[in-house]
């Protein structure tokens, strides 16, 4: 059983991997672009999937890559359910929200949306939930960082400008999925 757990995490995460990468090469066709989000609707998804170069390609896939195996318990149907949520989630929030964004591409505001719903489940777990915790506080840290001293250097690495407000709005809608998930949970189980 936990070795058939395993392989399908590996396929799953291979699977997007080469997704991602496939859309990659036609990026302009699939990042956020205000102006024609509402017509070509797959944009609210593969904004987050592509990304400004292969530099932030491989960086965001790696951060994706390692959370499945740091967070055991992830079921890799709530994993897809979470990255086809807040994708879509994320790209509304830019377009009624935030009007002054005309272009986005890129995996990190559904990354940082994903640990932290991810996290916040794992906190249920008495074994886990140090862990959880830990991962929470660096997250809260790093947007603390970003929102106040900057993050020139990633910018410099990805060769385009981070958009924390991607990082910001992935984590208000993983804890809203994550308390959305933990009430169903408890009343269903009750």
Not at 46 to 73: D, E, K, M, Q, S
Request: hydrophobic residues 55%; contains cysteine; proline residues 3%.
């Amino acid at each position: 059983m936990l070795e058939q757990h395993f392989r399908q995490k590996i396929i799953f995460l291979a699977a997007f991997v080469s997704l991602c990468a496939c859309l990659q090469i036609f990026k302009d066709d699939f990042i956020y672009w205000r102006e024609s989000l509402l017509g070509e609707f797959w944009r609210l998804w593969t904004a987050h999937w592509v990304h400004v170069g292969w530099t932030h390609y491989f960086l965001n896939i790696l951060a994706f890559i390692c959370l499945p195996f740091i967070f055991p318990r992830v079921n890799i149907w709530h994993f897809s359910a979470i990255l086809l949520i807040l994708s879509p989630l994320i790209s509304l929030s830019f377009y009624f929200f935030l009007p002054n964004i005309e272009a986005y591409a890129g995996l990190s505001g559904v990354l940082h949306g994903a640990y932290v719903a991810v996290a916040c489940m794992h906190l249920q777990y008495k074994r886990e939930r140090g862990f959880a915790a830990l991962v929470l506080f660096l997250i809260l840290a790093k947007l603390v960082w970003e929102n106040t001293i900057g993050n020139s250097g990633t910018a410099q690495l990805i060769g385009s400008p981070v958009l924390v407000e991607a990082h910001l709005l992935g984590v208000i809608w993983g804890v809203i999925l994550a308390v959305i998930y933990i009430v169903t949970n408890y009343f269903r189980d009750s």
